[in-house]
């Protein structure tokens, strides 16, 4: 590398978790920028890592720019730690979300301690379609956010994982966004206020989290576009149904091939119907549909790795990149087929009970 310019610090910082490769090129580069900059986009991105590998280049960089003379973050060993040094030191914001529900919900909590008064935590419903819907502030101790966590899981069925408290920082400001764009702040009014515990600059966008422990490039690998369809034997998956708005169009499709005046055999019918759930599987993966169904499978296959099914978890992040390429392709994917049956089927016996209800008031003379 040629440019040593701390000028380039922000850039390659930028685009780290771009592939475990790019990765360690970027932490190599930055070994070679001596400039406290180059440090504390080490530290930042040694925080944001696991991966083994990656970390172990993070320490050959740092050693790199200490022996230019460069102030290292060191930890310090338990001898060398003074009680007051350990009550005074901040420790790390911390974030929990819940799994995406069927209306493209999820439950998201950020947590900050604050030294001998428990923590300080934010409590927000994020809707992918409606943006944030609910946010509250609160200062509770962490065995009451423990008992919480425990009792969503117990009556719900629903764990609470870990995730970075920027990613959470990030869905909850996006969902604050979309909420005001709809012309909706009933009950947001002190949204900065809250969120000003953690942050008051907007979020940086950055890679989903999920790609910091699953490899994109080797999930659609084998028959996962087959296996996809798993995923909705999950609990998780049980009460996923596309809304109203969106199965509409193609509910009156399907009316329509059912009681056309055309004479169709059952094999054309049938074709007839296949059809237009290959075209809802289509718009299912296309323009702002696309996006948020995109984020929900992410969101799923970082809950599903998180809850000990890492198996799943690729199949669901198989099925994010797929619709991030905006089509299904040229094959079944039998996760999101199977979701466009199950969805129109429910929608079908919702509009089937209706009609029988209004029927039922007409009363005969």
């Known amino acids: 590398m040629d440019d040593v310019s701390p000028a380039l610090v922000p850039r390659l910082k930028a685009e780290f978790r771009q592939g475990k490769e790019i990765d360690l090129a970027i932490i190599f580069a930055l070994g070679k920028i001596v400039d406290p900059t180059a440090v504390e986009a080490l530290a930042a991105i040694d925080k944001q890592t696991t991966d ?21 973050p060191r930890e310090e060993s338990s001898e060398a730690r003074s009680p007051t040094a350990l009550f005074d030191r901040t420790p790390e914001i911390e974030a929990y979300m819940s799994s995406v529900d ?21 409590q ?16 509770i101790r962490r065995k009451e956010l423990r ?46 206020e809250i969120r000003s515990v953690v942050s008051t600059a907007r979020p940086k966008i950055q890679q ?21 369809r798993r995923l909705l034997d999950e609990p998780e998956f049980r009460f996923w149904i596309l809304d109203d708005d969106f199965a509409q169009s193609f509910l009156s499709q399907l009316q ?27 718009a299912l993966c296309a323009g702002e549909m696309g996006k948020l ?6 969101d799923m296959a970082l809950y599903l790795f998180e809850t000990g099914r890492a198996e799943l978890a690729q199949l669901a992040l198989a099925v994010a990149l797929q619709i991030k390429e905006g089509a299904p392709g040229p094959l079944d994917v039998s996760f999101l087929t199977g979701l466009v049956q199950k969805s129109f089927a429910f929608h079908i016996s919702q509009e089937k009970t209706k009609a029988e209800e209004e029927t039922s008031l007409i009363v005969k003379p």
């Not at 050693?63 to 460069?70: E, I, Y």
């Not at 379609?129 to 502030?137: A, F, M, S, W």
């Not at 117990?154 to 909420?179: N, R, S, T």
Request: no cysteine.
């Open 52 to 72: 083994k590998e990656i970390k172990k280049e993070i320490k050959r960089s740092f050693f790199k720019l200490a022996q230019r003379g460069l102030a290292i």
């Open 102 to 122: 069927g209306a493209g919900g999820r439950l998201i909590w950020i947590a900050k301690p604050q030294p001998n008064h428990g923590l300080q935590v934010i």
């Open 124 to 139: 927000a419903m994020v809707n992918d379609r409606e943006g944030l819907q609910r946010i509250v502030g609160a200062q």
């Open 147 to 192: 008992k919480m966590a425990q009792e969503i899981e117990q009556q719900h069925g629903v764990a609470m994982i870990l995730i970075p408290w920027e990613y959470a920082d990030e869905l909850v400001y996006e969902g604050f966004e979309k909420a005001k764009s709809h012309g909706r702040s009933g009950g947001l009014e002190n949204f900065h």
């Open 208 to 228: 989903h989290p999920i790609y910091s422990k699953l490899n994109s490039e080797v999930v659609r690998e084998g028959a996962w576009r087959e296996l996809s």
């Open 256 to 282: 329509e091939a059912q009681t056309s005046r055309l004479v169709l055999n059952p094999m054309q019918k049938e074709e007839r119907l296949a059809s237009i759930v290959r075209d809802a599987v289509e």
């Open 293 to 298: 169904m995109q984020r929900r499978m992410e």
